[in-house]
């Protein structure tokens, strides 16, 4: 019988982009797979023994994609082919209906795909177009899942440091005889924040977590809002003096939150904020993190 070991896996963007994971406390770092196209969002499923990744490709060649491949780096597979979503950013694994979630932001939407690619959904459409396309209040980048609300959450950045980003909401199947586009259950929970990027949510407290890599005092940081009183407080920042904060892994069984930036940092944190600590650095361009209790030798 396996036991179960916590790992972090983390995407670089820079240096040819690549898959890595790190222990915990940073150490024993192990590149899993090199020659990504600009990764951003990761996802790990244990059962299945997968991890899968977004690759944004080059933004003006609507060549997007996404991979899978086993925990130890075995049998990499593209299961959403270049062109088939356009600049695809976090990326969400749903254990309950075993799919995939991601924000496509040139693409100006949100999606969702079964785990072997099949069945891509359009669930939200921001906008159509190279003249939308130019406008990056439109841009949908972070992604999370709710079933015990029955939402889906996602944020639009806005343009950088412009103070116009968003988190907003909607049921997460789109209603019977609407589209993606024309969806009318949407709501803004939050608004005018410096640029919110990715999302995740504690399930068990019912709280949304995100980053923003906007200016500060507000950008740059780590933020955290309960959802049934959503929108209707301020967010509470609970990290900062980030350098442009992308991804967000939670471990809500050990009080700690994990947090990646573009200036090559990996930060642990408890769940307040507190015991703030970088486990490693200068690890390049840092996107998107995961966190997952995985099998790795014999148990004792």
């Known amino acids: 019988m396996k036991r179960l070991t916590p790992k972090l896996f983390v995407l670089e963007a820079s240096g040819g982009g690549r898959l890595f994971s790190v222990n915990p406390d940073g150490s024993d770092p192990t590149t899993i797979v090199s020659g990504c196209r600009i990764p951003d969002g990761v996802a790990v499923d244990v059962e299945a023994g997968h991890i899968y990744w977004t690759n944004m490709g080059i933004p003006s060649a609507d060549d997007g994609s996404i991979e899978r491949v086993d925990l130890d780096g075995a049998n990499r597979t593209t299961i959403v082919a270049p062109g088939r979503t ?21 693409g100006m939407r949100v999606m969702r795909c079964n785990l072997d690619g099949s069945c891509l959904e359009v669930l939200v459409q921001t906008g159509v177009g190279d003249d939308d396309r130019r406008d990056e209040t439109n841009w949908c980048v972070g992604v ?26 909607a049921a997460i199947d789109v209603p019977a005889n609407e ?17 919110p990027i990715d999302l995740e949510i504690d399930h068990t407290a019912g709280i949304l977590y995100w980053t923003d890599r906007g200016d500060a005092p507000y950008g740059n940081t780590v933020n955290r809002a309960a959802l049934d009183n959503i929108g209707r407080t301020d967010p509470e920042i609970v990290g900062a003096h980030l350098m442009e904060g992308i991804g967000i892994a939670l471990d809500p069984a050990h009080d700690r939150a994990f947090v990646t930036d573009l200036g090559g940092n990996i930060w642990e944190a408890a769940l307040d904020g507190s015991r703030h600590r970088a486990i490693r650095a200068l690890q390049g361009n840092l996107t998107g993190i995961a966190y997952a209790e995985v099998p790795q030798g014999d148990a004792s």
């Open 179 to 195: 589209t993606a586009a024309n969806r009318s259950d949407i709501e803004v929970v939050f608004k005018d924040l410096p640029e």
């Open 144 to 169: 999370s899942v709710d079933h015990a609300g029955g939402y889906l959450y996602w944020t639009q950045k806005g343009h950088s440091d412009a103070g116009e980003g968003r988190i907003l909401r």
């Open 86 to 106: 356009y600049t695809p950013k976090q990326l969400q694994l749903d254990p309950i209906r075993r799919q995939l979630y991601w924000g496509d932001r040139e």
